[in-house]
């Protein structure tokens, strides 16, 4: 067996099965970047060959006779980080459309034009916001 296959974490980089990995992205590449072509979603291509290249890795430590422990590891990982942005894009919507449902959004603006702000002040300043608070709100979802 090769060595480069005994360590943590394998090395496709020069196996035919990598290449044939390498080529299974870019073809679900291809389809995300041709939603439109093909009327798909970008999830769908992506989570689907996301999906698949991970069965095909684990084919291959079976084939072989791998160690599963660092792959049933990396899955675990990659499962516990698309939960945790799942749940708080989720949460975060779920504010969003209960401040929207209440007007509160619309309140907003409302007291900013009786201010005396126009449309084009209102979308500098709110641009100026998304600048400086973007930074800090991304931060939250990793």
Known sequence: MNTTMELDGIDLSTHPFGWMLLLIFFIGYYFIVREDKYHLDKSKPALFIGTFMFILIGGFYAFYGLNFIPFKREIIQLVYEIAEIFFFLFVAMTFIEALIERGVFNALKGKLIA????????????????????????????
Do not use: V
Request: no cysteine; net charge positive.
């Open 115 to 142: 201010k005396g702000y126009s449309y084009r002040e209102l979308f500098w300043i709110t641009g100026f916001l998304a600048f400086f608070i973007s930074p800090m709100a991304g931060n939250l979802a990793t």
